[in-house]
């Protein structure tokens, strides 16, 4: 389905825009881990153990290899076409600039949003259990760290990549020492593969545990701000994966050798701190709430980081209306401040538990449309069409058992999926109506 006049590998590299300091291979992978290890391995393991027992870790481990098959797709194609839109200009490249490119932009700008006000929720919890044991300040300590997360990313990338070098050294420093503790003290037990459950059972929790490793695409809108984005953006993509898989399958493998599943579940999002108290005591929960709380704002952080990369190519290439590309003040990004704003309704006034994994199913599809547009200029980015193929048939499978696991018994969720694509469809067509009766609002 390609749209439109212009045709794949005819559009220019999106804009580079030039900054004094740009991004070390380093900072750009740390703000994909920060989007990665945020409020995902807080909330899934309870969620993951439910489905997969003690194979958890497995899961994590067929999971991020899943999301190395796709970063594989990604890296190629930000080693040729670098561009502030991320992965977005890989959608144009592989399907044109008609309506289904518009579509998906308007449904990611919408998840991306949606994503991050459930972050922001899940920091504002941990906040409040901590300082004020009281849920009514779960509102307003997320509305807190959206406000202050937006100004950093109003203050540029570098301050974002400053900020998320501190968040990621602390979470996964603390999430080191969390495995390391609970490893050597682990019961071998509780993860003996004769209490695993049928591999069916475990392929299923994919569509889960997949959604800790969606943040790798952030990483797609560092192209921007890196000297050398043919050469830096792949090794970025790689290591961040390469972190987030050890971190995950380390600390599932630290949860289920020391607490049993009926637990796990039991306790919910604070499985790693239970998990951390037979060891460390009082001081290793609170431990692991700090790290939630670093953690969370983190991944609230490298939310709203590609928004303005987003609005801006989008409307350079006339799928967003010109004012998305505004800097109000000279500073401040449009797409930064709709974003924030989205998710500060969402976070006030919506229970995003319901919709939730909504962010993952989109993401799957959105992954896989735009290695399948892949295909078409496999022979512009070198890659290997067998990979390429691979990456979408096990993506396939992840949105399969999404499908069987959780649309099946959560119809509240396959209704948010419908409307945030009807959401998409509407925007798209709006615009696009206006923009053709008045060719001078381009």
């Given amino acids: ?134 849920a009514d300040w779960v509102v307003p300590f997320a509305l807190l760290i959206l406000v202050v997360m937006a100004l950093l990313n109003v203050l540029g990338s570098h301050i974002v990549a400053r900020a998320q070098t501190v968040v990621v050294v602390v979470v996964v420093g603390i999430l080191t020492l969390f495995s390391v503790v609970t490893l050597a003290n682990i019961d071998p037990h509780l993860l003996a593969f ?58 599932a493998l630290g949860v289920f050798g020391t607490l049993t599943v009926a637990e796990v579940s039991a306790s919910g999002g604070t499985a790693l701190a239970v998990a951390a108290e037979p060891v460390l005591g009082s001081a290793g929960y609170w431990l692991m709430t700090v790290t939630a709380l670093f953690a969370t704002a983190g991944a609230t952080n490298s939310g709203l980081y590609p928004a303005t990369g987003l609005s801006e190519e989008m409307a350079a290439a006339g799928q967003f209306p010109p004012f998305m590309a505004h800097r109000v003040g000279g500073k401040a990004p449009m797409g930064i401040i709709v974003t924030a704003v989205a998710a500060m309704i969402l976070s006030a006034f919506f229970d995003l538990n319901a919709i939730a994994s909504i962010g993952s199913a989109v993401a799957l599809i959105v992954f896989t449309l735009v290695t399948f547009g892949h295909l078409r200029i496999r022979r512009e980015t070198g890659a290997q069409a067998w990979l390429l193929v691979l990456a979408d048939l096990t993506t396939l499978v992840v949105l399969v058992a999404f499908a069987a696991t959780t649309l099946v018994d959560e119809p509240g969720t396959a209704v948010a999926l419908v409307a945030i694509v009807l959401l998409g469809v509407v925007l798209d067509l709006v615009w696009k109506r206006r923009r053709a009766a008045a060719p001078d609002a381009m």
């Avoid at 490793?213 to 990483?219: A, P, T």
């Fill in 194 to 251: 004769s209490g695993y459950p049928p591999l069916g059972d475990v392929v299923s929790s994919v569509a889960l545990t997949f959604f800790a490793f969606l943040g790798f695409g952030v990483i797609t809108f560092t192209a921007k701000d890196l000297r050398d984005p043919a050469r830096q953006l792949p090794r970025a993509v790689y290591l961040a994966l390469a972190i987030a898989t050890v971190v995950y399958v380390a600390a």
């Fill in 1 to 134: 389905m390609v749209e439109g006049d212009q045709t794949p590998g005819q559009r220019p590299a999106g804009p580079m825009e030039p900054t004094r300091r740009p991004l070390t291979v380093r900072q750009a992978a740390f703000i994909g881990v920060g989007s990665m290890v945020g409020a995902g391995i807080f909330a899934l393991l309870g969620a993951a153990g439910e489905v997969a027992g003690s194979a958890v870790w497995v899961s994590f481990l067929l999971a991020g290899a899943v999301a190395a098959l796709q970063g594989y797709s990604f890296a190629k194609l930000g080693a040729r076409y670098p561009s502030a839109g991320g992965f977005l200009e890989y959608v144009i490249r592989g399907w044109g600039q008609g309506h289904f490119t518009g579509v998906i932009a308007w449904m990611l700008l919408t998840v991306n949003a949606v994503i991050t006000a459930m972050v922001a929720v899940s920091f504002g919890s941990y906040a409040s259990s901590a300082v004020a044991d009281n």
